[in-house]
Every structure is written in structure tokens, then in C-alpha cells.
């Protein structure tokens, strides 16, 4: 047996060498983390409205999410991790939106968030990004006019949705509209571009009316078209408030034959919640529709017709979600990291074949390439593509019509006329 004192050098050694032992297994562990090994879910937010009045647009998009989420992590995840989504309702209220994403992002450590329907709901949203440098990815339509490094925008921009329509428009339905809307940020937005575009094309707007986000009551704005007799109606309502529109207006005896609308925000999912036969004959614009006659698409629908049964329809936000969850991934994978100050680099130019087509995410913008179509609903709640622009149309954010301090000046005029809120009080 060593001598105390060489007994107790020879137990300080040995637990210096099991330190160091411990160390470099710690070093090696955290090496191999690094190179991609598994190191537990990656956790995203998926923040949209399932109860309130936007819950009859917003469910599908939440269903299209999680298929991709689903699609990855079938494939083996991100970086050899799955990926765990963190579902939220924002309850069709855009205070309980900036709370939710604020939770997300602070309490759940989530790598991005997919989200938001409404302009109001992502313009409360936005400054809650933004201080956390986090990122959302927004997949619906919207009047444009915004920019920002913490969006990325897979919806389209006024010039891939809002201005084609009104060439379209009166090339094909007539010259003499009539603009109806929620009373919030983008239809008064898009309605402002409709107005200048429509005058600079020698147009006619014969009439201008707002209902109440969620409103129901129709019966005045209905009474004002019957009045002016508009040529088409160009319609900016959202969420379930175009149920009552449409019920009210077929009450009232005004037929797409005698006087058609072109919608903003009308997919396969409102027509099939309102009634094909209400909508027969009407139009929308998008940039997807659930005919678009790609392989991608056919198997994009077998899939969603799989899982939720043969009656389901896709939607032009379900497709923009859908992918912009893979161009997420994609994002992710070449950074190595799911933190977006690693993976923000590789964002832009991200591209795909999505279901509707090739689509990308411009560097500049972080907005989405994207191809313009029109469409008329079938009997069958279906649209017949009547119009496609044949190409990706690059983003234009803020259309050249006016000029960009114009633009922000009238966009800050409706923020303090509704006391710095984003939507009409009801």
C-alpha cells in the first residue's frame, strides 16, 4: 500500500485523469451534435385562427402545415431531427396573436413560426418579430406595402393577385365596379390600389362600402349595388362574413349572371362553407387553384384526399403554407442550424416545384415568385382556370403606381384613424 501522502496524490491524479476523460467525451459529444446527430425536436409555432370569425379560412391552412411538418418528419426530419409544431389559436383576435407569438418565441423556443391570416393580425405580429429577431412565415395574399427582414412572405403581392385582376376585369366582365370589403387594413389597402389603377385604365367606380370584420349585415351595401349597377363587384371581405355576403346578395336577387364578383379572398374552402350554388359562376384571384393540372398538384391532392377523405379541397394559402414550410427546411438543412440567425442567410433564393408551380423566395424582398391565375367557380364548387400568367411573376411589394412615401403616408393615415389599431372598431 503508497504512503498516505502518495496515496492521496495518487487519488488526485486518478480523478484528474477521469475530469479530463469526462471533458473530451463532452467535447467529442458536443462535436458530433454540431455535425447534425440528433439533439432532440426542433420546435416551430403554428399560430392561425381555429375559433372566431377568420377559423373557417385558417383551419386549412393549419391542416396544410402540419402536413408538411407530417412530410418531413417522414422523411427523417431536419438535420436528423424531427420537428415538434406548437399549435396555437389566435382566436380571430390580433391582441391574442402578439401574446401567442410572444410565447412562442420567448417561453417555447420555437425555430420559426408559420402563421397569421388577416394584414391586421401580421401587422400586430410584426414588431414582436422583429424586436426578437424570430421570423414568420406568412402564407396568405395581402395588399403589400411592407417589407421586412423578419417575414417571409409566401402569399402573393398586389401585382401577383389585386392589379392582373383589374386588366383582367375590365378586358372580360366590364368597366363600371363596385368595391365591397371588411373594414380593416387590406381591403382599404387593395381597394386604394384598385381605385388608382381602375381610374389610370379609364374605369368607372361606381361605389364604395365596408362591413365590420365578422360582420353579417349586408343589406345596405347590397341595396348600394342594386343601386349603382356595377359591371362586376370587386370583393375584399374576409372570414366567415362572406357567408353572409353571399346569402344576402342571392337573397336580394342579384345573380353572377346579372352583376358576377371577383374575390380577393375567396378559395375552394369558402366556397364549400358558403355553397357552390351561391358562388356558381363568380371569380377569384389567385395563385393556386385546386385544378391546376401539374403532377406535383395530383399528388398533393391524392395526399390531403387521403388523410382527410375524398371531399377535402386545397386552397391557394394550404399551398403557400405547405411550401413554405419545405423552403424552411430547406433554409435550415444548408445552414446546419435551425436558429434563424444561422439559417436568415439562406432564405432567399430558396426554390421549389410547389404544387402550382416553381416558386422562390426573392433575396431582396422575401417575397415569393409566384404564377398569377383567375378563375370561375363550377357547379361543383371548383374553378375553371380561365387566366394564368404561364410564368412566375417577380414579387413587387409596393406597386409603382404611387410612390413608396406615398404609399406609407396612407397606411399611416387609417393607423390613426383607428387610434393606432389596424382594423375599424365594430
Same mark, same amino acid.
Given at each position: 500500500m503508497p504512503p498516505p501522502g502518495l496515496r492521496k496524490r495518487y487519488l488526485t491524479g486518478a480523478a484528474l485523469v477521469a475530469a479530463l476523460g469526462l471533458f473530451f467525451t463532452i467535447q467529442v459529444f458536443d462535436a458530433a451534435t454540431e455535425a447534425g446527430r440528433p439533439r432532440g425536436p426542433i420546435k416551430v409555432g403554428v399560430l392561425h385562427s381555429l375559433t372566431g370569425t377568420m377559423a373557417v379560412s385558417e383551419r386549412t391552412v393549419v391542416d396544410a402545415t402540419l402536413f408538411a411538418i407530417d412530410e418531413l418528419n417522414r422523411r427523417g426530419g431536419v438535420l436528423g431531427r424531427k420537428i415538434e409544431p406548437i399549435v396555437v389559436d389566435g382566436r380571430s383576435d390580433w391582441p391574442t396573436f402578439a401574446a401567442e407569438a410572444e410565447r412562442l418565441l420567448t417561453r417555447q423556443g420555437v425555430s420559426t413560426v408559420f402563421g397569421c391570416w388577416t394584414s391586421a393580425c401580421r401587422k400586430t405580429v410584426k414588431p414582436v418579430f422583429e424586436r426578437h429577431d424570430q421570423v414568420l412565415f406568412y402564407p396568405v395574399q395581402y395588399e403589400g406595402l411592407e417589407q421586412s427582414p423578419n417575414i417571409v412572405y409566401t402569399g402573393a403581392a398586389p401585382n401577383q393577385q389585386i392589379i392582373p385582376a383589374i386588366k383582367w376585369s375590365l378586358d372580360n366582365l366590364g368597366r363600371r365596379i363596385f368595391l365591397v370589403g371588411s373594414d380593416y387594413v387590406f381591403p382599404r389597402t387593395a381597394n386604394k390600389i384598385i381605385r388608382t389603377q381602375v381610374n389610370a385604365l379609364q374605369g368607372e367606380i361606381v361605389g364604395e362600402d365596408y362591413e365590420s370584420l365578422g360582420g353579417k349585415n349586408f343589406g345596405r351595401i347590397i341595396d348600394a349595388i342594386r343601386a349603382a349597377?356595377?359591371?362586376?363587384?370587386?370583393?375584399?371581405?374576409?372570414?366567415?362574413?362572406?357567408?353572409?355576403?353571399?346569402?344576402q346578395l342571392r337573397e336580394a336577387g342579384i345573380t353572377s349572371a %346579372?352583376?358576377?364578383?371577383?374575390?380577393?379572398? !375567396?378559395? =375552394?374552402? %369558402?366556397?364549400?362553407?358558403?355553397?357552390?350554388? !351561391?358562388? =356558381?359562376?363568380?371569380?377569384?384571384?389567385?395563385?393556386?387553384?385546386?385544378?391546376?393540372?401539374?403532377?406535383?398538384n395530383a399528388a398533393f391532392v391524392a395526399a390531403f384526399r387521403a388523410r382527410h377523405g375524398a371531399a377535402y379541397v386545397t386552397t391557394a394559402p394550404m399551398e403557400a403554407a405547405y411550401f413554405g414550410v419545405l423552403l424552411w427546411a430547406k433554409a435550415v438543412e444548408e445552414a446546419g442550424s435551425p436558429e434563424f440567425r444561422d439559417f436568415r442567410a439562406h432564405v432567399g433564393g430558396q426554390s421549389m416545384t410547389a404544387p402550382g408551380g416553381i416558386v422562390s423566395i426573392d433575396p431582396e424582398t422575401l417575397h415569393t415568385w409566384k404564377t398569377v391565375r383567375i378563375g370561375r367557380v363550377r357547379a361543383d364548387g371548383g374553378f375553371d382556370i380561365l387566366w394564368d400568367s404561364q410564368r412566375p411573376v417577380r414579387p413587387v411589394p409596393f406597386p409603382s403606381i404611387l410612390a413608396r412615401a406615398e404609399w406609407l403616408d396612407f397606411l399611416d393615415g387609417l393607423q390613426r384613424g383607428w387610434n393606432g389599431n389596424w382594423a375599424a372598431p365594430p
Open positions: 349597377k356595377p359591371d362586376v363587384v370587386f370583393n375584399t371581405i374576409n372570414g366567415d362574413s362572406n357567408l353572409a355576403f353571399y346569402r %346579372e352583376i358576377p364578383v371577383m374575390s380577393f379572398s !375567396l378559395a =375552394e374552402a %369558402e366556397v364549400r362553407a358558403i355553397g357552390p350554388a !351561391l358562388t =356558381e359562376g363568380d371569380y377569384a384571384a389567385r395563385n393556386y387553384f385546386q385544378t391546376v393540372d401539374t403532377p406535383e
